[in-house]
C-alpha cells in the first residue's frame, strides 16, 4: 500500500525554523515527482513546491521562495520540507503529496494526513 | 499563472439530487491537465479525476469530469451522503506553479 507519512509540524516563533519530513512507502520514491501543499485554516489548498524524482529540480510559489527548501533522500525514502523566516501566514496544515504522471504535467494521486504548522509568539 | 475560479462557493442539495461543479481558468489549460479533489472534514485530499475527465482508482462512476480550454465541470450525480465535502480543482498544465481553485462546499440541504 502506498503511504505518506508526515511529521516535524509544530509551534514556532514568526522568525524561527522548522524541518517537515515526509516518509514514504510502497512504491519507488526516487521516480516520482513529490509535491508540498499547504491549507490555512478555513482556507483553499495551496501549491507550495515540488521536487524531481532523482535529479533533484526544484520549484516554488513567491510566497515561499528564498525562505523554504524543498529536498529528499532518496536511500531514506523521505522528502523534507526546511522553512525558515516564517511568518504567521505560513500557519496551515502542510500536506506532503505524490506526483504521477510527467515531470512537467503531473497530478497528485496519493497524498498524507498533514502536518500542523502553527506560527505564533 | 492561471487562476482558477470554482461556482458556486457553496452548493446546497439534498441526497439523491445532481450536483454540477464548474471550474473556470483564467487561460487555457493545456491539453486538459485538469483534476479534481474531494477533501473532507479534518482529511487530507483524494484524488477524484484527472485528465478532466478520467476517474482514479475507485472512484465510483457517479462521479464525472468535463471540459476543455478554460471551462471545467464536476458533476455527480444521485448524491450519497459521503459525497458531501469539499471539491477542489488543480490545473497542471503550464509551467510552475500549479494552482489549485479556491474550492466548492457541497452541503445537504
Known amino acids: 500500500e502506498v503511504q505518506l507519512l508526515e511529521s516535524g509540524g509544530g509551534l514556532v516563533q514568526p522568525g524561527g525554523s522548522l524541518r517537515l519530513s515526509c516518509a514514504a512507502s510502497?512504491?519507488?520514491?526516487?521516480?516520482?515527482?513529490m509535491t508540498w501543499v499547504r491549507q490555512a485554516p478555513g482556507k483553499g489548498l495551496e501549491w507550495v513546491s515540488v521536487?524531481?524524482?532523482?535529479?533533484?529540480?526544484?520549484y516554488y510559489a513567491d510566497s515561499v521562495k528564498g525562505r523554504f527548501t524543498i529536498s529528499r533522500d532518496n536511500s531514506k525514502n523521505t522528502l523534507y520540507l526546511q522553512m525558515s523566516s516564517l511568518r504567521a501566514e505560513d500557519t496551515a496544515v502542510y500536506y506532503c503529496?505524490?506526483?504521477?504522471?510527467?515531470?512537467?504535467?503531473?497530478?497528485?494521486?496519493?497524498w498524507g494526513h498533514g502536518t500542523t504548522v502553527i506560527v505564533s509568539s | 499563472e492561471i487562476v482558477l475560479t470554482q461556482s458556486p462557493g457553496t452548493l446546497s442539495l439534498s441526497p439523491g439530487e445532481t450536483a454540477t461543479l464548474s471550474c473556470r481558468a483564467s487561460?487555457?489549460?493545456?491539453?486538459?491537465?485538469l483534476a479534481w479533489y474531494q477533501q473532507k472534514p479534518g482529511q487530507a485530499p483524494r484524488l477524484l479525476i484527472y485528465?478532466?475527465?478520467t476517474r482514479a482508482t475507485g472512484i465510483p462512476d457517479r462521479f464525472s469530469g468535463s471540459g476543455s480550454g478554460t471551462d471545467f465541470t464536476l458533476t455527480i450525480s444521485r448524491l450519497e451522503p459521503e459525497d458531501f465535502a469539499v471539491y477542489h480543482c488543480?490545473?497542471?498544465?503550464?509551467?510552475?506553479?500549479?494552482?489549485f481553485g479556491q474550492g466548492t462546499k457541497l452541503e445537504i440541504k
Open positions: 488543480q490545473q497542471y498544465g503550464s509551467s510552475f506553479p500549479y494552482t
Open positions: 521536487i524531481s524524482g532523482s535529479s533533484g529540480i526544484t
Open positions: 510502497g512504491f519507488m520514491f526516487s521516480n516520482y515527482a
Open positions: 487561460q487555457g489549460v493545456s491539453s486538459t491537465y
Open positions: 485528465g478532466a475527465s
Open positions: 503529496a505524490k506526483g504521477r504522471g510527467t515531470w512537467i504535467n503531473h497530478f497528485m494521486d496519493v
